[in-house]
């Protein structure tokens, strides 16, 4: 099967990236990709665009040559509290907010904290996706996270990235956590977590992953636009009428 849908993409807003949401939108229309979203760093990474940037991603269009954008944050994840460095009222200006451990914000501790903090990310309802949580950097309770995400309508994330690019040994990680969260009843997405235009919707190793654990098509949100759109409603997002148009 061809995944057409992508929720985690950095533009040049996050000055370690190198593309335009133009330069996307090209790469989207080549691929045939129908949803992606825009999640650069929230504002507490060190190079990350200004809390504004955000704010006004109401300027962007809905749609563009028939492919829809989602307008996004990847935040940090703060503390063991779970809060995260986007807040309030804005959060419902978004189609959808993912986050995750970044070293700048959360520096690497010991698997409790780890767990503490991610599961009250997941706890706090903040949080449509989890980001990047086989990072071999950030050990975890993978049973126990998984329970809480799936408890709470969380995805966690398969980041195709994490076998390329950065947080290099996370496979076994990424396999574990795909099986805790098929056998909690729990949702899986694929993010290319791209940094450059060209990876949008490069899943490779992590339809590996997933199909190593045997994880349910049913239960992963990339398998369809409405699939992803129907997730982000019933976490509370407002549905785009822009959007009824992609199957």
Known sequence: ????????????????????????????????LKLFAITDHGPDMA?????????????LPRLVDGIGILRGIEANI????????????YLKELDIVLAGFHEPVFPPSDSQTHTQAMIATIESGNVDIITHPGNPAYPIDIDKVAEAAAKHNVALEINNSSFLASRKGSEGNCIAI?????????????GSDSHISFSLGGFEQAISVIRQAEFPEERLLNRSPQALLSFLTERGHLSVDDFSELK
């Open 78 to 89: 703060k503390n063991r509290d779970g809060e995260i460095d986007f807040f309030g009222d």
């Open 1 to 32: 099967m061809q995944y057409l849908v992508d929720v985690h993409a950095h533009t040049i807003a996050s000055t370690h990236a190198y593309s335009t949401i133009h330069d996307y939108i090209s790469v989207a229309k080549e691929k045939g």
């Open 47 to 59: 190079d990350a665009p200004h809390f504004w940037h955000f704010v006004n991603m109401r300027v």
């Open 178 to 190: 795909a099986r805790a969260v098929r056998d909690a009843g729990g949702l899986l997405v694929m």
